[in-house]
């Protein structure tokens, strides 16, 4: 909420004219726009899936772990190693698993993020054509604290990035 605040305060500052400023909720939006849903709930059953996997294989870790738990006075040190590497392997096949299937980068984050495209460019679609019909030089997200919309004179990207080159270029100088 601060930050929508401070993002108030800078488009006043910039001068009394007459701005017309907007906001949404892309929570409140995402949780009513069906195509939303349907992929949080494919995205659950593949997730439901690979919790399966990961269970079938921390079961034979615990199996193999108890059968050489039994069995390990009655083993020699070699077969005891070979068990324990084993076990060992597993765990590391069990981690490896999880990173790849459920990490930040993993395959359900991909899955997410290439199922959710469309559907975020769709969004943003609309909140322009909103932005637009009804006049507003700005729309915030409340939910986020951003700006999602503004028009497009107003944006100073390329003037920053040409005063950053230049100021970068005088200090090459120095």
């Known amino acids: 909420m601060k930050k929508i605040l401070y993002t108030l305060l800078l488009i ?8 017309k ?4 909720d892309s929570q409140e939006i995402m949780s009513k726009y069906e195509p939303v849903r349907q992929i949080q709930i ?3 059953k593949e997730g439901r899936r690979l919790e399966l996997e990961v269970t079938k294989l921390a079961q034979k870790r615990d199996s193999l772990f108890s059968e050489y738990q039994r069995q390990q006075s009655l083993m020699s040190v070699d077969r005891r190693t070979q068990k324990e590497e084993e076990i060992t392997s597993l765990e590391m096949q069990i981690q490896r698993f999880q990173m790849e299937k459920f990490g930040p980068e993993g395959e359900l ?5 290439q199922m959710m495209q469309p559907i975020s460019a769709k969004i ?4 322009n054509i909103v932005s637009v019909d009804r006049g507003f030089d700005y ?11 503004t028009l497009p004179q107003n944006n ?3 003037d920053v ?3 950053l080159n230049k100021l970068n270029s005088g200090s090459n100088g120095d």
């Open 109 to 113: 984050a991909r899955k997410q993020v």
């Open 21 to 24: 400023i907007g906001w949404i």
């Open 42 to 44: 494919d995205l659950e």
């Open 124 to 127: 943003q679609e609309a909140i």
């Open 139 to 149: 729309v915030l997200d409340a939910a986020a604290g951003a700006l999602v919309y």
């Open 12 to 19: 006043i500052s910039f001068g009394f004219s007459e701005v």
């Open 161 to 163: 990035i040409e005063e």
């Open 156 to 158: 100073l990207t390329e």
